[in-house]
């Protein structure tokens, strides 16, 4: 320790404290968050901050504040602030992919069911990369050579959407079930399935120059899969055949197979 004016003064001392700036809560704004187009520029909160460390924030909210149904009550929309209006005290987030409960995920697989699942990143036509989580539930224990089947479905049929769909059609199709629906309409004919989920969603990477556009309101194409059954999976259906209206019909056939055969008897009946 050196001396200064016969006093020890210490390394410590010696230092001076940078004083920090102490922020109040008056200095911060409230900045109103807006949803992008394809959710009606809907509000969904507000974040208290300054315009600087406001970007970047990442905000969660239910699928059940937009369509009021109770069954979107356990799916999670995330979005993320990328611009932000000083001036009106209004921030635009853009949307950065949902996932559903952890309980919701558990309530889909039964007891003595298969589940087939898939990860896949998958890139949209005008460049936007999604990363989407797949689950699809079988009645019962399926055979390895059906599970190999059903997930070859799953990637053909979410890779034809993606190829042809902009991002806000992607998405829409993700959160409001029309891929699962699709899939299960093809899958189903390996083996009966219970449940098809795309329980998770994550927007990967963003193009130069992406923006958000007004979402059309026509409806999806059907798409169309070739499947290559082996012979442990083959079944003899085509893909449009509903597993529930085939045993319908088939019941259906037999009373009428069955009353023919008793009018022909009361015919011969009365003719003797």
């Not at 394809?38 to 406001?54: R, S």
């Not at 001036?87 to 996932?99: D, L, P, S, V």
């Not at 219970?194 to 194409?221: Q, Y």
Request: charged share 30%; with cysteine; aromatic share 8%.
């Amino acid at each position: 320790m050196p001396d200064k004016g016969g006093l020890k003064v210490s390394s410590k001392a010696r230092k001076k404290k940078v004083k920090i700036k102490k922020v109040s809560f008056k200095d911060k704004s409230w900045f109103q968050v807006i949803t992008p187009k394809i959710f009606n520029f809907k509000p969904i909160g507000e974040v208290l901050g300054f315009e600087e460390n406001v970007i970047g924030r990442t905000i969660e909210t239910l699928l059940f504040d937009f369509t009021g149904k109770y069954s979107d009550i356990s799916l999670k929309l995330k979005f993320q602030i990328k611009e932000v209006n000083n001036e009106a005290k209004k921030c635009n987030a853009i949307f950065i992919g949902h996932q559903y409960t952890n309980d919701f995920i558990r309530s889909l697989i039964g007891r003595g069911s298969s589940k087939v699942q898939t990860i896949l990143n998958l890139t949209t036509k005008d460049g936007y990369v999604f990363r989407l989580t797949t689950i699809c539930t079988t009645l019962k224990r399926a055979r390895n050579s059906q599970i190999v089947l059903i997930r070859k479905i799953m990637r053909e049929i979410l890779r034809e959407f993606a190829n042809s769909l902009n991002h806000e059609k992607f998405i829409a199709g993700v959160i409001y079930g029309e891929f699962q629906n699709q899939i299960q309409r093809v899958a189903k004919t390996i083996y009966p399935l219970t449940n098809c989920v795309v329980v998770k969603s994550k927007l990967v990477t963003i193009p130069e120059g992406g923006e958000d556009r007004v979402v059309p309101d026509d409806k999806f194409e059907i798409v169309e899969v070739e499947v290559k059954r082996s012979r442990k999976s083959e079944i003899r259906r085509s893909e449009r055949i509903n597993v529930k209206k085939l045993a319908q019909t088939k019941t259906a056939n037999s009373d009428s197979v069955n009353e023919s055969d008793s009018l022909e008897n009361d015919e011969d009946e009365e003719s003797e």
